[in-house]
């Protein structure tokens, strides 16, 4: 699962990028899919890559899993296994670095706030998974979608007031997708948040968390004293 390289913390890792070739993927481009070959690690440079799965519907061919953002690094799978787990698509005009794996994973060594944060991601991914989980007993479609809203906040959101911007336009089919729940109702629950003044739109279309701490409470968690900056 994707996670996020600090330039002037990881120095040995951003000199691999400096290095590395930029690819320039326009939307809906692949780069690999679902047991390919997995050679390289990659690093989001701008707009954002979809990690999907085959859907299990004719009218969706995939679904997505995850989301890799701006300087946020996929194709973790190529450290440990040979094949590809998850397709890798591009979900906005966007460019990537193709880096090495020996020299991630060796960056990865001698980086030991890297690491940490890359299994803090592989951490946060599996109780994202387990919460994504409905049934009876599980959390309600508002409650994940929250939860999702509150996480692209903390990895993509640009400070606006007391809220934040979320810098990529992901759309409903997306956040449906990473929260488990049917687009329709998403975009019935985009569309309430924002009548209610939780959520805001800019001009050009993108989510403004406008009350976190209100997500935060329909996530079904109490909201932070103070709401981390990015």
């Known amino acids: 699962m994707p996670f996020h390289l600090v330039p002037p913390r990881d120095r040995k890792l951003f000199r691999l990028v400096k290095k590395a070739e930029t690819l320039s993927l326009v939307k809906g481009r692949s780069l690999y899919a679902a047991g390919d070959p997995a050679k390289d690690v990659y690093l989001v440079r701008s707009g954002f890559v979809r990690l999907v799965l085959p859907g299990m519907e004719r009218a969706r061919p995939e679904r997505t899993v995850a989301v890799a953002l701006p300087w946020e690094m996929f194709g973790d799978e190529a450290l440990t296994e040979g094949h590809r787990r998850y397709g890798a698509v591009a979900g906005s005009t966007c460019s990537v670095n193709a880096l090495p794996k020996g020299a991630v994973l060796a960056g990865l060594k001698t980086a030991r706030s890297s690491l940490d944060a890359y299994l803090e991601g592989q951490e946060r991914e599996l109780h994202r998974l387990r919460h994504a989980q409905g049934g009876s007993h599980g959390p309600t479609a508002a409650q994940r979608l ?24 992901l759309t409903h089919q997306v956040l449906a997708d990473l929260s488990g729940a049917h687009r329709a109702t998403v975009t019935t629950l985009l569309n309430d948040w924002l009548y209610e003044g939780i959520l ?20 079904g968690y109490h909201p932070p004293t103070e709401l981390p900056a990015r």
């Open 146 to 169: 929250a939860e999702v809203l509150i996480e692209m906040g903390a990895r993509c959101g640009e400070p606006s007031g007391r809220g934040t911007v979320l810098s990529e336009k």
């Open 200 to 219: 805001g739109a800019t001009p050009d279309n993108r989510l403004a968390l406008k009350r976190p701490g209100d997500l935060w409470i329909l996530a």
